[in-house]
């Protein structure tokens, strides 16, 4: 790693910082000094229960806390979070009132819809009034089919209100892929969008929806959002506005309901098999995503915040929740890459977003693109670039500051749908390494460990949480006895959470993560992390995307390179050495994969992860367990019986 960092933060930022008055707070009513982040993260996870607490306090939660911050367990996973606390996720998000905006909605073409925080609040109360008057209570599944819009977030906040359970897929899922996960969930209630736009196309859902209420016997009501001629109306349908009418609005009421109560079922990719429905708590969730917010995101009052994302990735959940830091909440529905990469950088300062969001491929693609967006576009208010689904490339923090801004905070943050939150993430008053997340996460006793479970330091290993947090998930929809939550996180290291990401901590006390551990490689016995091979050939103009894997050869591992090519590029013997040498240069001799092959395209997840697992099966002849998992399943076909694998 460089010994210069790439940014550092003023002293009047640091001054100024949530982090900094945070530190304070904790010393004034702890009598100590805590006089760094190590210090703050360290008295974060030896004293559990009295950094919760303040969390809650700084936050200013709204509810009854109980005395109790965390009652201990036999087992990690049974450790309860104030197990006296009564609360409500959607009254703390909607808490403040008046005519600023609490969202500002863009269309792909550019045109932008503001509700103020009375607009919303009125909205959610009509969504209320309609979901009681149609029996839904507590406990209940409300299902989504919706784009990135005001009224999906409107929904959501009028289920929470009332104790009912939340779950969303974005329309681009397939009719077997939102089968596979709302059909586990047992919704009453879908609420859909008729149609939407994506990369200048208008795209019916009829056929799609029709199918998924076919298959969802629990379904009574579907609730469509701007029905047209287009679409007829289907079985127990209604329009929105027509389901709406008879229910005026005006303050929305809230039921105070136990911590674990909860909150949302979200869905892992379901490339392995059956999507794992994974149930989060609404204390846990609020809490969670209150402290990433304010302590290591920044956000302050009237923030606006921006993150390019779908109703089908968790990142709609995280952003919605800064609502309760009283954030200007930036929503966007399209295709990121729109009008040439320009369409979200507009928004940015159109809007003038002071924290924008968005994944590490989005950047690779704009860097390729060459688009300079901080030569086009003023970015002035723009204080911190998250980035997030998948790592970072070294060279892509260079670009950042570069081509986007040389003053802005940049995080890039890890964690998952599993936990609704991050591990690794940023913190405003520390510097930006190259190629690194920041720090690890308040509270998160976050550790690296090898094989035996013993703790590693610039070495790889296994990412794992020693300690109970509170977005922990309550566990999985349909999982009685826990055997499925057990197994996903708590055999590999009996006791602990083991997450599934091969990943390092630093000399400077940050982290790397080197891909996802099912997916590392190990040729001749040497663990080699996918991200460190895209690191090398992604910068590379001829290459578009690539996946490596391992394929069993001569009772060995072997590395076999796919690379999606760049329009007009071939690969030809002297690219492939090019290639070769970069990884050789850049990672090591043991990372130059043995085979480069050029494919069409790279199967992803419909969030646009790339799916290494999947391809492995299919060159070895295996069964892919659920194509309909997959954004791109036709791209598969690509991988099957290449000539250039027989030898």
Same mark, same amino acid.
């Given at each position: 790693?460089?010994?210069?960092?790439?940014?550092?933060?003023?002293?009047?930022?640091?001054?100024?910082?949530?982090?900094?008055?945070?530190?304070?707070?904790?010393?004034?009513?702890?009598?100590?000094?805590?006089?760094?982040?190590?210090?703050?993260?360290?008295?974060?996870?030896?004293?559990?229960?009295?950094?919760?607490?303040?969390?809650?306090?700084?936050?200013?939660?709204?509810?009854?806390?109980?005395?109790?911050?965390?009652?201990?367990?036999?087992?990690?996973?049974?450790?309860?979070?104030?197990?006296?606390?009564?609360?409500?996720?959607?009254?703390?998000?909607?808490?403040?009132?008046?005519?600023?905006?609490?969202?500002?909605?863009?269309?792909?073409?550019?045109?932008?819809?503001?509700?103020?925080?009375?607009?919303?609040?009125?909205?959610?109360?009509?969504?209320?009034?309609?979901?009681?008057?149609?029996?839904?209570?507590?406990?209940?599944?409300?299902?989504?089919?919706?784009?990135?819009?005001?009224?999906?977030?409107?929904?959501?906040?009028?289920?929470?209100?009332?104790?009912?359970?939340?779950?969303?897929?974005?329309?681009?899922?397939?009719?077997?892929?939102?089968?596979?996960?709302?059909?586990?969930?047992?919704?009453?209630?879908?609420?859909?969008?008729?149609?939407?736009?994506?990369?200048?196309?208008?795209?019916?859902?009829?056929?799609?929806?029709?199918?998924?209420?076919?298959?969802?016997?629990?379904?009574?009501?579907?609730?469509?959002?701007?029905?047209?001629?287009?679409?007829?109306?289907?079985?127990?349908?209604?329009?929105?506005? $027509?389901?709406? !009418?008879?229910?005026?609005?005006?303050?929305? *009421?809230?039921? @105070? /309901?136990?911590?674990?109560?909860? =909150? #949302?079922?979200?869905?892992?990719?379901?490339?392995?098999?059956?999507?794992?429905?994974?149930?989060?708590?609404?204390?846990?969730?609020?809490?969670?995503?209150?402290?990433?917010?304010?302590?290591?995101?920044?956000?302050?009052?009237?923030?606006?915040?921006?993150?390019?994302?779908?109703?089908?990735?968790?990142?709609?959940?995280?952003?919605?929740?800064?609502?309760?830091?009283?954030?200007?909440?930036?929503?966007?529905?399209?295709?990121?890459?729109?009008?040439?990469?320009?369409?979200?950088?507009?928004?940015?300062?159109?809007?003038?977003?002071?924290?924008?969001?968005?994944?590490?491929?989005?950047? $690779?693609?704009? !860097?390729?693109?060459?688009?300079?967006?901080? *030569?086009?576009? @003023? /970015?002035?208010?723009?204080?911190? =670039? #998250?980035?997030?689904?998948?790592?970072?490339?070294?060279?892509?923090?260079?670009?950042?500051?570069?081509?986007?801004?040389?003053?802005?905070?940049?995080?890039?943050?890890?964690?998952?749908?599993?936990?609704?939150?991050?591990?690794?993430?940023?913190?405003?008053?520390?510097?930006?390494?190259?190629?690194?997340?920041?720090?690890?996460?308040?509270?998160?006793?976050?550790?690296?460990?090898?094989?035996?479970?013993?703790?590693?330091?610039?070495?790889?290993?296994?990412?794992?949480?020693?300690?109970?947090?509170?977005?922990?998930?309550?566990?999985?929809?349909?999982?009685?006895?826990?055997?499925?939550?057990?197994?996903?996180?708590?055999?590999?290291?009996?006791?602990?959470?083991?997450?599934?990401?091969?990943?390092?901590?630093?000399?400077?006390?940050?982290?790397?993560?080197?891909?996802?551990?099912?997916?590392?490689?190990?040729?001749?016995?040497?663990?080699?992390?996918?991200?460190?091979?895209?690191?090398?050939?992604?910068?590379?103009?001829?290459?578009?995307?690539?996946?490596?894997?391992?394929?069993?050869?001569q009772g060995d591992e072997r590395i076999v390179l796919f690379v999606r090519l760049a329009a007009g590029a071939v690969l030809d013997t002297a690219l492939e050495e090019r290639l070769r040498r970069r990884i050789a240069d850049g990672a090591s001799p043991r990372h130059v994969p043995a085979r480069i092959v050029a494919v069409n395209d790279i199967p992803r997840t419909v969030s646009g992860k790339i799916v290494e697992l999947a391809v492995k099966k299919v060159i070895h002849g295996e069964t892919v367990d659920n194509v309909a998992a997959l954004a791109n399943p036709e791209s598969l076909a690509d991988f099957i019986d290449r000539p250039e694998l027989a030898s």
């Open positions: 790693m460089n010994e210069e960092a790439l940014w550092q933060p003023s002293a009047a930022r640091i001054a100024g910082s949530h982090l900094t008055a945070f530190q304070r707070l904790a010393c004034t009513t702890l009598n100590r000094d805590l006089p760094d982040y190590s210090a703050l993260w360290s008295w974060s996870i030896a004293d559990t229960s009295a950094f919760w607490e303040r969390v809650w306090d700084y936050a200013g939660i709204t509810g009854e806390r109980g005395a109790i911050a965390l009652q201990p367990a036999a087992t990690m996973r049974q450790a309860r979070f104030f197990p006296q606390a009564r609360l409500n996720y959607a009254e703390n998000l909607l808490r403040r009132t008046g005519t600023t905006p609490a969202l500002i909605a863009y269309a792909e073409d550019g045109t932008a819809r503001t509700w103020s925080r009375d607009r919303l609040r009125h909205e959610v109360a009509r969504l209320q009034q309609a979901l009681l008057a149609h029996g839904i209570v507590a406990g209940d599944r409300v299902a989504a089919y919706m784009t990135h819009i005001p009224e999906t977030l409107a929904a959501m906040l009028a289920c929470a209100s009332i104790g009912a359970i939340w779950t969303s897929c974005s329309p681009d899922f397939g009719i077997d892929a939102a089968v596979d996960r709302f059909g586990q969930a047992a919704p009453r209630l879908l609420f859909c969008v008729a149609a939407f736009r994506y990369n200048g196309k208008r795209i019916s859902t009829a056929q799609r929806v029709e199918s998924i209420a076919t298959a969802l016997p629990t379904l009574e009501k579907i609730v469509l959002l701007a029905p047209d001629d287009d679409m007829p109306m289907p079985r127990h349908g209604i329009a929105l506005e $027509d389901w709406l !009418a008879p229910h005026p609005g005006g303050q929305p *009421r809230f039921v @105070r /309901l136990p911590f674990n109560h909860p =909150l #949302f079922i979200l869905y892992s990719s379901g490339t392995t098999g059956k999507p794992k429905c994974i149930v989060h708590g609404a204390g846990g969730t609020l809490l969670q995503h209150v402290k990433e917010h304010l302590l290591h995101g920044d956000i302050h009052r009237d923030d606006r915040l921006f993150y390019y994302t779908t109703c089908g990735w968790m990142m709609w959940n995280w952003q919605a929740s800064a609502l309760a830091c009283d954030a200007t909440l930036v929503l966007y529905d399209g295709a990121p890459l729109a009008a040439g990469g320009h369409a979200l950088w507009r928004l940015a300062d159109e809007a003038r977003v002071t924290h924008f969001g968005t994944s590490a491929k989005f950047l $690779d693609a704009i !860097a390729k693109s060459g688009l300079e967006p901080g *030569r086009e576009y @003023r /970015l002035d208010a723009l204080r911190t =670039l #998250f980035s997030t689904g998948s790592p970072l490339s070294a060279e892509r923090f260079d670009w950042v500051y570069r081509s986007v801004k040389r003053d802005v905070h940049l995080a890039s943050i890890s964690g998952g749908t599993d936990i609704v939150s991050c591990f690794a993430l940023g913190a405003v008053n520390l510097p930006v390494w190259r190629g690194q997340l920041q720090c690890r996460g308040l509270g998160m006793a976050v550790d690296v460990v090898d094989p035996q479970g013993r703790p590693l330091r610039e070495e790889k290993g296994e990412l794992v949480c020693t300690q109970p947090f509170p977005s922990q998930p309550l566990g999985f929809w349909n999982d009685t006895d826990g055997t499925r939550y057990r197994h996903a996180y708590f055999e590999r290291f009996p006791g602990i959470w083991c997450h599934g990401d091969y990943a390092e901590i630093t000399a400077q006390n940050g982290m790397v993560i080197h891909g996802r551990s099912d997916a590392v490689l190990n040729p001749g016995g040497v663990r080699i992390g996918t991200a460190e091979i895209y690191r090398q050939v992604e910068n590379c103009a001829e290459i578009e995307e690539a996946l490596a894997v391992g394929q069993r050869w």
